[in-house]
C-alpha cells in the first residue's frame, strides 16, 4: 500500500551502456527479449527504456490486468513513487533559484504557525536536509506508520479538515510532535513525510498548492506531462497495480476515499505520480544532456549537487553510488502495486529505467534490478 524504502540491489556487477544525446525514439530487439524474460519471471507487465547517444529505445511486455488478455501498450502510464522524488527537489532547486526559499530555511521559519506545536529538535531541520531524507521524521512507508496516523486521526475530537491544505497542515503537525526516528539534521532516515513537509514549505513561501507549482516552475519548461492517481481511484482502461507472490497476483484494490485524501498528500514524495514511459525518459533526457555540460532547462543548483554526488550519498531525490566503478545516480520508487528503477551515468552518457506495474512483495525490486543489470551487460559502454 505504501512506498517501498530505497533500495540498490541494481548496484551490483555491470556498467552503463553508450554515450548520452539524442532525443529520437524507436523499438529495440535486445530491450524486447528482455522484457519477455522479465514477464515469464514473474512481472504482471513491463516497460524497459534505454537512452543511449543518438536514440531512446523502449519495449513493453505482459498484460494490463492479470488474468486478463488486454496487452500491456506503449503508450500505458505507470505510477513511479518515489523517482518523484527528484522531480519535488528540482521544483525546490528553481524556487531556491529564484529567492523564494533557500536551501537553509529552517520549518521553524517556513512554517511559523508550527513552530511552537513542533519539538524542538525539529525546529532548524533545513530545506535541504527535508530533501536529503535527514529531518528525523518518521517515513510513513508502512503499516506501522499508517497505523500509527490512523489512530491519531480517530482519537481527534474536532472536525477534521475537508481541504488538501488543512489536511497536510494536519500531517505535519502530527508528524512534527512524534519523536523523531533519527537525529534531525543529522540521520540518514528515509522518509516520504519529510518530502510532503518540504512541499509545505515550499507552498508557505510561494503561496501556491504543489501541484500548481510544479506544472508551472518544472513540467512546463522541460516538456513533461504528468499526473497524479488518487489512491481511491479504480483503474480501468489502463495498467492496474499488482502485489502477491509469484504467478498469483491480484489487483490492488481502491482504497477507502476517507484514508486516500491522507495518502494522497504524499504527492511530493510520489504517491500516485503518473507518467507514461516516454514521457519518463523525456525527463531523464534532460539529466544526460545537463550532466554533459549543456544548457537545460533544469535549475543549476540541482544540476551542480548531481554532478559532485558520491557513492553512498543520498541528496535531491537521487543515491549516487557505482556500477562497476563507474559513477551513477540511481532511485526506485513503489507504490500501490507498481515499481520503477532508474539509473543515470553521473557524466551524463547513458540512462536506463524500467517500469512494472508489479510491486508490493520483496522479489519484484530484484527482479526489475536484474533486468535492468542485464541489459547492461549487453551493451558495453563506449570509450
Known sequence: MFFRTLTLALIAAT????????????????????????????????????????????????????????????????????????????????????????????????????????????????????????????????????????????????????????????????????????????DFLYSNVGYALAALMLEAATGQPYAELMARELAQPLGLQLSWTTAAAPLTDRPAGHAGAKGQQTPVAPEDPELAAWLDLLAPAGGGTTMSPAQFTHWVRWHLRALRGEATPLPDGYVRRLRTLKAGEYALGWAGSEVDGRPVLAHDGGWRGFTSLVIVDQRGRSASAAFTNTGDADWVAPLLNQTVLDLERARPPAP
Open 15 to 186: 556498467a552503463l551502456t553508450a554515450c548520452g544525446g539524442g532525443n529520437s525514439s524507436t523499438t529495440d530487439t535486445a530491450l524486447q527479449r528482455s522484457a519477455d524474460q522479465a514477464v515469464r519471471a514473474g512481472l504482471v507487465g513491463v516497460a524497459i527504456s534505454h537512452l543511449g547517444s543518438t536514440e531512446t529505445t523502449h519495449a513493453h511486455a505482459g498484460v494490463r490486468r492479470m488474468a486478463s488478455t488486454a496487452p500491456l501498450r506503449a503508450d500505458d502510464s505507470f505510477m513511479i513513487g518515489s523517482t518523484t522524488k527528484a522531480m519535488t527537489s528540482a521544483l525546490a532547486a528553481r524556487l531556491v533559484e529564484r529567492g523564494a526559499i533557500a536551501w537553509t530555511t529552517s520549518l521553524a521559519d517556513a512554517l511559523p504557525e508550527l513552530a511552537e506545536v513542533m519539538l524542538p529538535a525539529y525546529r532548524s531541520v533545513t530545506l535541504e536536509q527535508l530533501l536529503a531524507h535527514r529531518g528525523g521524521v518518521l517515513a510513513l512507508d508502512g503499516d506501522d506508520d499508517a497505523a500509527r496516523l490512523v489512530s491519531f486521526l480517530a482519537e481527534r475530537t474536532d472536525s477534521l479538515p475537508t481541504t488538501a491544505a488543512g489536511r497536510l497542515r494536519l500531517l505535519a503537525t502530527w508528524a512534527l510532535t512524534q519523536e523523531p526516528a533519527a537525529r534531525p539534521g543529522q
